[in-house]
């Protein structure tokens, strides 16, 4: 009965009242999304800069070579099902983690995050590939994005109650939102 009620209500609940976290984290991620397009449009070396000259070759190969998602493809299904599950879990928990330490960390990785997918998504639409680039990375993106969103919104409530301790003492804020941002993230 208990683990039922953790799911029916306390899972949810903590959602409610993390809600304005929630929300920041969105705008942020989309305020990101927003700067990485326009970043994209407005200088055709923003990709590269960005993420680096051999992640971009590696791309631009790719692309002249008819495999645009070549990148995803360069390892066993199975393997790259493990990679990409690994690198999540270790971003959400780095975005978690990093909130103990300044909230204002967690929201800087938010909004880069949200350039990363800007850049991406527009740098493959210039090159004629933008519906492809909707479908292939973003198959694991759509549980991956809500993720770091949830992550990153519990990150921010965990820095808050250590920063910004209100009428409790500063551990006993640390505890208490420690306990709904580790809920969010589990």
């Known amino acids: 009965g208990e683990l039922l009620y953790f799911f029916r209500y306390t899972i949810p609940m903590s959602f409610y009242r993390s809600r304005k976290f929630l929300l920041l984290s969105l705008i942020l991620f989309l305020l990101g999304e927003t700067i990485g397009i326009i970043s994209q449009c407005l200088d055709m070396d923003f990709f590269e800069n960005f993420f680096g000259s051999g992640y971009y070759e590696t791309t631009v190969s790719n692309i002249v070579n008819g495999n645009p998602m070549g990148i ?35 929201i800087y990785m938010t909004v880069m995050t949200g350039i990363m997918m800007g850049c991406f998504d527009t740098f493959f639409f210039q090159h004629g590939h933008g519906m492809l680039t909707l479908i292939a990375p973003n198959e694991h993106g759509a549980l991956e994005l809500p993720a770091i969103i949830v992550c990153s919104a519990a990150g921010m409530q965990l820095g808050m109650g250590w920063f910004f301790p209100g009428k409790l003492t500063r551990i006993k804020a640390l505890i208490n939102s420690a306990q709904e941002a580790l809920i969010m993230v589990l």
């Open 72 to 106: 995803y493809a360069s390892e066993k299904e199975s393997d790259m099902f493990f990679m990409i599950t690994i690198n999540n879990i270790r971003v959400g928990f780095n975005y978690f983690v990093h909130g103990l330490l300044t909230p204002f960390y967690t």
